[in-house]
Every structure is written in C-alpha cells, then in structure tokens.
Nanobody, 115 residues
Framework: QVQLVESGGGLVQAGGSLRLSCAAS????????MGWYRQAPGKQRELVAG???????NYADSVKGRFTISRDKAKNTVYLQMNSLKPEDTAVYYC?????????WGQGTQVTVSS
C-alpha cells in the first residue's frame, strides 16, 4: 500500500519561504503525475502545482512565479519550494497523484503565513 507523508510546514512571516517534502513509501513517481494541493479553512481543496512523470510542471495562477514543484525519483520524494509567501497561502498542504487518488490522502502539513 502506498503512503504519502508530507513535511516541512510551519509558521513564517509574509515574504518568507518554506520547502515542503512529500515522501512516498514506494516509487510511484516514475509512473504517475503528482500534485501539491492545499485546503484553507472554509474553502475547497485546490491543486496548486503539478508535475508529470516527465517533469512537466503546471501551477495555479495564484502561486505562479512564487512556487516551484520538483521531484527526486531516486528518493521517491516530491518537493514544493514556496517563496514570497502571503497570508492567503495559509492552508494545510497535501501531496497526491494528479488527478488525486482518494486512498493517497495523508495528514498534510500546516503552513501558516503571518502578516
């Protein structure tokens, strides 16, 4: 059974940076597109960044130019580098396949950006 474990969240001031990591228990990254999602209080979960198995990336307009998704296939890990963070980036961040598989949702990692 594949497990995805997110880490790297925390509290940061506006304008700061964080790097999130998503480690998979098995190497699914070679075959599947992956994505980082987030869910803010009272809002629906949304895709913020995606990366295909060929490392083609796409971003939500709200994070374009600030966030970078990458993958390390040897380490079974996907990263999300977040720069120039804004208070509206505050959310729980999750990784999953893209499109998401229900059985892959993990606990997520909380990102809080203070103004």
């Amino acid at each position: 059974q594949v497990q995805l474990v997110e880490s790297g969240g925390g509290l940061v001031q506006a304008g700061g940076s964080l790097r999130l990591s998503c480690a998979a228990s098995v190497n699914i990254f070679r075959l599947l597109s992956m994505g980082w999602y987030r869910q803010a209080p009272g809002k629906q979960r949304e895709l913020v960044a995606g990366i295909t198995k060929d490392s083609i990336t796409n971003y939500a307009d709200s994070v374009k130019g600030r966030f970078t998704i990458s993958r390390d296939k040897a380490k079974n890990t996907v990263y999300l580098q977040m720069n120039s963070l804004k208070p509206e980036d505050t959310a729980v961040y999750y990784c999953n396949t893209n499109p998401p598989g229900e059985r892959y949702w993990g606990q997520g990692t909380q990102v809080t950006v203070s103004s």
